[in-house]
């Protein structure tokens, strides 16, 4: 027995080999994909092909101690009750497959994760997705989790920056202050907007008014958006966020507040 495991083992780790090679030259040999989608759909390929090599070999194993066809036709309840206790691996499953084949996400994009998550995308598994973050931190989240997901790849790239302000702050004190550091924005960044032939803006910065109401159960959320280039976003973000957190000194707007703080 020990030599037949390993016999099948080695046999199940050569046909996962050959099937990724196998993905690669249809890949290498084909272009009606994109580049960017060709490597995530070889990323995610990876990913399946490892964990069915891993149920296949299980399989095969516990197929030695027990008698899997009796044991599969009479455990539909057990079947039913491990749906119910692994639902949330099974929606995350659903959810990668169809972010995946509807083209949302592709290795490498920039994107905004529940508006709180923003980054660059490392990594593609078959539950969740990996983000490098601008602080260096590697986020992880999984499919089911995600509620609200902006990606700056898509064509355009979109600073979108935001205060969390108190309950108690006046909003129409809020409302002049950012529209102000809007104006500050496009007078001190303007060369980041992105621009059509004529040299217009397509979209100046922007002061988009309350895009959230109680987040976290902290505040409001004021936000500024504005279309920059490329090859500016990174740039432009940090200087949004520092004329938000200026303004928000300046003027001494009432910021938003743990509940640990407010207890």
């Known amino acids: 027995m020990p030599v037949q495991v390993v016999t099948v083992a080695l046999l199940i780790i050569l046909t996962v080999y050959l099937i990724r090679k196998f993905i690669k030259l249809f890949f290498d040999k084909t272009s009606?994909?994109?580049?960017?989608?060709?490597?995530?759909?070889?990323?995610?390929?990876?990913?399946?092909t490892k964990v069915l090599g891993l149920i296949i070999f299980l399989i095969y194993v516990l197929?030695?101690?027990?008698?899997?066809?009796k044991f599969v036709t009479g455990?539909?309840?057990v079947a039913g009750s491990l749906a119910l206790i692994f639902q949330h691996i099974i929606r995350d499953y659903?959810?990668?497959?169809t972010y995946l084949f509807e083209r949302q996400i592709h290795l490498g994009d920039y994107v905004i994760i529940n508006g709180n998550r923003q980054g660059?995308?490392?990594?593609i598994s078959m539950r969740y997705l990996k983000i490098r973050q601008y602080d260096g931190y590697l986020y992880t989240v999984s499919y089911s989790s995600i509620t609200e997901l902006q990606n700056g790849n898509r064509g355009k790239r979109r600073v979108n920056e935001s205060l969390v302000l108190?309950?108690?702050?006046?909003?129409?004190?809020?409302?002049?202050?950012?529209?102000?550091?809007?104006?500050?924005?496009?007078?001190?960044?303007g060369e980041y907007l992105l621009k059509d032939e004529n040299g217009?803006?397509?979209?100046s910065f922007k002061f988009?008014?309350?895009?959230?109401?109680?987040?976290?159960?902290?505040?409001?959320?004021?936000?500024?958006?504005?279309?920059?280039?490329?090859?500016?976003?990174?740039?432009?973000?940090?200087?949004?966020?520092?004329?938000?957190?200026?303004?928000?000194?300046?003027?001494?707007?009432?910021?938003?507040e743990s509940l640990s703080t407010i207890q």
């Not at 660059?120 to 990594?123: A, G, H, L, M, S």
């Not at 108190?166 to 007078?187: L, S, W």
């Open 32 to 48: 009606f994909l994109d580049e960017k989608h060709e490597e995530t759909l070889m990323h995610f390929a990876n990913q399946v």
């Open 120 to 123: 660059k995308i490392e990594e």
């Open 200 to 203: 217009i803006p397509l979209e």
């Open 63 to 69: 197929s030695h101690f027990f008698d899997l066809t």
């Open 75 to 77: 455990s539909v309840v």
């Open 208 to 256: 988009n008014q309350i895009t959230e109401l109680n987040v976290d159960f902290r505040g409001h959320r004021y936000s500024i958006s504005g279309l920059v280039n490329e090859a500016d976003f990174v740039e432009a973000g940090k200087k949004v966020r520092y004329e938000l957190a200026m303004a928000a000194y300046k003027s001494d707007l009432m910021m938003s």
């Open 166 to 189: 108190n309950y108690r702050q006046n909003p129409d004190r809020a409302f002049k202050v950012m529209e102000e550091v809007a104006q500050i924005c496009n007078e001190k960044y």
């Open 94 to 97: 659903i959810m990668g497959l």
